[in-house]
């Protein structure tokens, strides 16, 4: 590296000194304008997160077409992203696992929300209390109460805690301003 600069590194993902990982992060420090490719016989969800986080511009497993890796390479010396298409698959099902995840947990959800309760649950997510709250839509502490009673019954979901973490990862935010 230190003589000859390259523009692209190709890395495999198993080396005898350290893993592709590893010298992937070590490049990225030590030669910052320089790209790398890792290449490896894995096709694990795993290392393909941790290869696009060690600074990696790509990864492609070795079973790759000759042009598909001429691609790849080019991919990366113009500083994209590059992905084989194995590789690809892993990252959309690990998406579709994800959001599927997601639709359930929205599933849980027993009644629709009225637009005062999701009014209430953006409240919750900016940090007002149930006092603030009642002063913005002129309620009493009592009637706030009663709303959120409403709001846990229809989400099964009995904490304040968790119910604004539920609202912000579900988007239960309006501008309310």
Known sequence: MKKFSPDVVILDLEMPKMSGVEAAKVTKFK?????ILILSGF???KYVTQILRSGAGGYVVKSVA??????AIRAVAEGKRFLGPSVSRIMVERLIKKHSAELQALSKIREPMTDVEMEILSFLTQG????????????????????????KKKLDIYDIVNLVQFAKDYGFIINTQ
């Open 31 to 35: 030669y910052p304008r320089t790209k």
């Open 43 to 45: 096709e694990n969800e």
């Open 66 to 71: 000759k042009a598909e890796l001429a691609e």
């Open 128 to 151: 007002l209390t149930t006092e603030q709250i009642g002063e913005r839509f002129s309620m009493s502490k009592r009637g706030v109460d009663r709303q959120l009673t409403a709001i």
